[in-house]
């Protein structure tokens, strides 16, 4: 029955257990109808009522023997009579509920060193327990003698719980705190039949399925893992918690549902479907506290008991859990393997209504939506203009030749610019005009205006080593002066050589006066002066680009840039460039008294200016940054890692954080790997300036192998030597009998091996091992 029409007359109900401290685990009996708790302070038994629980045995009562205070309770399976309990001092006992008082502890096995973390009733023997301690072993015990029948020594440090098989009799699971899962034939005590690493920490619970052959288990690692153990254990599923995992559960009437609660953060009960296992299918969130022990009442799926160290028991109903997925955003997405990116998210449907005018409003919006062609998914594409700009040609300027064709897939742009893009062994003019040809190919133009704006700036001698880095123009000297003084004195042969003189030749009694006799035509002097380029400078392309910065390039009109004060401005007989350089300046709030009603008289036709003030030097550094920035914006790292490498020293000079740095190359190097690119990978990694990317070539370059002769695993570190049988023979060729000086090829299986030539051509007319007769697999 599907758990949303669940007709069932249960409700959630709870009960305070205990004032002195909590239960750590809880146990039912074959009938399902009585509970027992057992804590450091507590061991009790309650019966389970539709309304409630009563208390109906309290076996330690006021004794304070470390013996009662218990870390796991188990109840027979076949007698409900009898129960047993791991103590936190290592001893297990056996209770009796039929008789009184101090005879209902029926027997007291001490023989665990250390902690006994968990004991448990043989399925269909019911004189028959095991249990499991802190010393690493398992102790099988027959409640017919007063000692334990076998020892399991599991050869770890701890053993965390144990669980017998309901698939087949006499096979048990145990798990251990080094992340091992062992499979024991409890009548072979010597060696266990299965033993394989489940986690990579401390295995906490396990619980067997209860119809198909599998196993869950639970770790520190947060993780609920699923193993198939029909023939050799395979993993099934994987469950991501937010906390170390402390029991689990599998439901009854429920195939892929299972139950989970944390020993550490979360104090809620969950219950996962195994199919689905981004998100817990149920929650139980009435505790206060961890929860230490969880059990579903026998058959019943929809009842769920819980004890937690807020010291209360609960009885779960289903029905009152919380539904997680209910709550969560319906939006998805996933990164392919080529780079594409699928995205799914949940649509509302509005049904047209049929009366007043809103059904017009309601019609016209879902003409407006297109109608689905059956059979065809459609993808809606992202509309956003950097969408279009980075899809349309046209805006980088460089379009198509009709001899070469873009590729239609992004990654072969990806992979064909990461095979022929050049970052070293050239110049840098050389390498930019290299590299903007193969992005051109590839239909990358954004970047290939990128490289060759970098060969432009960046390919000629201005900005060689050694590097300054200027982080402002404000408090910079300019280089400019010399070089402007020395071309304003070439370009005026006529400059007047006595020092009294002003710039028209005047002298300084005489230079307020204005020349009446000037021609209309010659509105800036008279006819046959000569006047030197101080007001107005004409530039060469060259010092165009190198000289003029953002904040005076809107004083450019048609190669005319005025470089004298602002206050001089108003004596131009230019509107357009007064109205620029007035308005590229803040204005001083001047009174109306200071406002000349008329012109002056004597206007002036010559400017004065007495000093040419220095012109910052334009420098792309900040520009080139923010363009590399974009790039990464857009998803093009590859680009960006790539300019960057390519510049060289010169990358000094560019305002970009080592922290973003970082990030772009393992950004990059993780996507050449992606794609196989193992050589391109290598060669990025090793040109990196950074310590942390250049250790990426350092890692994961050890093999761990066996000794051919022995089989031991070689831990000398002397080559192929081994220091358990004092042999060499490993670094023989198992072929020619000669050392192996080079590439090595060996087989796992039988550790044998040699030169790569000679196993290629023996490999090809023999399937077995030449040394051993192993059946190699050779590729």
Known sequence: MPDSLEDKDTSTISLRICVEGHANALALNKDNNQIALAGRSLLKVYAINSNGFTESCNMRGKNQNLSYSANDVAWSTLDSNLLATAATNGVVSVWDLSKFGRQKQLLVYNEHERTAHTVTFHSSEPNILISGSQDGTIKCFDIRSDKSVNTYFCNSESVRDVKFSPHTQNIFSAVSENGTVQLWDMRKWDKCMVQFTAHYGPVYTCDWHPTRNWLATGSRDKQIKVWNMDGRPGLEHTIHTIAVVGRVKWRPERTYHIASCALVVDYSVHVWDIRRPYIPFASFNEHTNVTTGIAWQGSDSHCLLSISKDSTIYKHAFKDATRPAMKANAQGASLGRFGDISF????????????????????????????????????????????????????????????????????????????????????????????????????????????????????????????????????????????????????????????????????????????????????????????????????????????????????????????????????????????????????????????????????????????????????????????????????????????????????????????????????????????????????????????????????????????????????????????????????????????????????????????????????????????????????
Not at 547 to 576: H, Q, S
């Open 344 to 779: 799914a998210y949940k649509i509302k449907e509005y049904a047209p209504k049929t009366s007043g005018a809103s059904n017009t409003k309601s019609s016209s919006f879902i003409s407006r939506r297109k109608t689905n062609v059956a059979g065809i998914v459609q993808f809606h594409l992202d509309h956003s203009k950097m969408y279009k700009f980075i899809l349309n040609d046209t805006f980088s300027g460089y379009p198509l030749s009709e001899s070469v064709s873009r590729p239609t897939q992004e990654h072969e742009s990806f992979i064909g610019c990461a095979k022929e893009l050049i970052i070293s062994g050239k110049k840098l003019a050389e390498l930019c005009e290299h590299n903007a040809e193969v992005s051109k190919k590839y239909g990358k133009h954004n970047a290939t205006t990128l490289w060759n704006f970098i060969k432009l700036f960046y390919g000629s001698n201005h900005f060689e080593p050694p590097f300054e880095h200027r982080s402002s123009f404000s408090n910079q000297k300019n280089p400019m002066n010399s070089r402007r003084s020395t071309q304003v004195a070439s370009d005026w042969p006529q400059q007047r050589s006595e020092l009294g003189q002003d710039l028209n030749g005047n002298t300084p009694e005489t230079a307020n006066e204005v020349d009446v006799a000037n021609d209309d035509d010659d509105p800036l002097g008279g006819s046959g002066v000569e006047h030197p380029p101080t007001s107005s400078v004409i530039l060469s392309e060259t010092q165009i680009i190198s000289e003029i910065t953002f904040d005076n390039f809107e004083l450019l009109r048609n190669g005319f840039i005025y470089v004298g004060p602002t206050e001089c401005a108003k004596a131009l007989a230019f509107p357009a460039l007064h109205h620029d350089v007035q308005a590229a300046r803040p204005q001083l709030d001047l009174k109306a008294s200071d406002h000349e009603k008329s012109p002056p008289p004597h206007v002036p036709t010559v400017l004065k200016v007495s000093h040419v003030p220095p012109i910052p030097m334009w420098e792309p550094h900040k520009f080139v940054s923010d363009a590399l920035m974009l790039m990464n914006d857009v998803g093009d790292v590859q680009t960006a890692l790539t300019v960057l490498i390519a510049l060289g020293e010169a990358r000094k000079l560019l305002p970009i954080d080592d922290t973003l740095v970082e990030h772009w190359f393992y950004t990059y190097v993780d996507q050449l790997h992606r794609y196989e690119l193992w050589n391109e990978a290598c060669e990025v990694i090793n040109r990196s300036w950074l310590r942390s990317v250049q250790q990426l070539n350092q890692h994961s370059t050890s093999m761990h192998t066996n000794c051919g002769e022995c089989g031991r695993p070689m831990g000398g570190k002397v080559g192929w030597y081994c220091d358990k049988c004092k042999s060499m023979q490993s670094a023989k060729c198992c072929v020619c009998g000669l050392i192996v000086r080079g590439l090595y090829a060996w087989c796992q299986g039988c550790s044998h091996g040699g030169h790569i030539e000679h196993l290629q051509k023996y490999f090809a007319k023999h399937s077995k091992c030449p040394k051993c007769g192993h059946l190699c697999s050779y590729s």
